[in-house]
Structure formats: structure tokens, C-alpha cells
């Protein structure tokens, strides 16, 4: 079965001058594993809205409730029923251009029908920089 890679946002700051690394004494560990378990709650919602809030307001245009739900929707429906989140692994990650640093988060959930990726990218705000599924 291939793989299915929906990504949402691809996103120059991230891509650009990016590595990842150990997080940061900016981040706790449990708030951003929690703050992720928290966004899929909402994906599995489909409250695209309530995503795109947790956006920062440099990204809404990119992570706006419509770019979501055109995107995340039809992933949804083939993936059947959220059974659990079954492994979560949070790295940091930094922006040499921006001097910025990042906290990733890497969750995989289970479905009825197919496992998903989430992988959430948050600045020192906690507010999401980036989204993506796999």
C-alpha cells in the first residue's frame, strides 16, 4: 500500500536554513506533546478553526480553517474512525536565518482504516508554524 503524504504547508521559514535538534530549554516537553494530542483532538473534530486559532498570525493565510479542511477532509473519511495516538516524539528545531527555534512534534494515530502522521511545528509561543500529514 503507498504511502499517502498530504503536506499543508510548506513553509519557507522552516524549510530554509532548518535543523533539527534537541529542544530547546524554550519548551517543555509534556506541554508540546499535550498541545499536539490537543490539535488532533481537533483534526479528528474537523475544527478547522479551532486549528487555524492556535496559528501564528504570520501563517493563518496558509493555515486558514479552508486550506485545512480542503486538504485534512478526504484524508478523514478514508481514515475511518480515531482509534488513539500511538506514539508521540517531540525535537526541536532551528532557523538559522531567523534565529528561531522550534519545537516538532511527530504523532501517530490510528485509524479504522489506515495509521496518520501528524507532525505539528510550534514557535516559542507555543503557536503552530506548521502542519502536516502523512
Not at 478553526?49 to 486558514?64: A, K, M, P, W, Y
Amino acid at each position: 500500500m503507498k504511502k499517502l503524504f498530504i503536506p499543508l504547508i510548506v513553509m519557507v521559514i522552516l524549510l530554509t536554513g532548518c535543523n533539527t535538534a534537541k529542544l530547546t530549554d524554550d519548551f517543555d516537553e509534556v506541554e508540546v506533546k499535550n498541545a499536539a494530542a490537543y490539535a488532533i483532538s481537533l483534526m479528528n473534530e474537523r475544527d478547522y478553526q479551532g486549528i487555524s486559532d492556535l496559528v501564528r498570525d504570520d501563517c493563518q493565510e496558509s493555515l486558514s480553517a479552508d486550506v485545512l479542511s480542503g486538504v485534512c477532509d478526504e484524508v478523514l473519511d478514508k481514515a475511518g474512525d480515531f482509534d488513539s495516538i500511538t506514539k508521540q516524539t517531540v525535537v526541536g528545531g532551528q532557523n538559522e536565518d531567523r534565529d528561531e527555534d522550534f519545537a516538532i512534534s511527530v504523532s501517530t494515530c490510528k485509524y479504522a482504516e489506515m495509521d496518520i502522521s501528524y507532525t505539528f511545528v510550534y514557535d516559542a509561543n507555543m503557536e503552530i508554524v506548521g502542519v502536516y500529514m502523512q
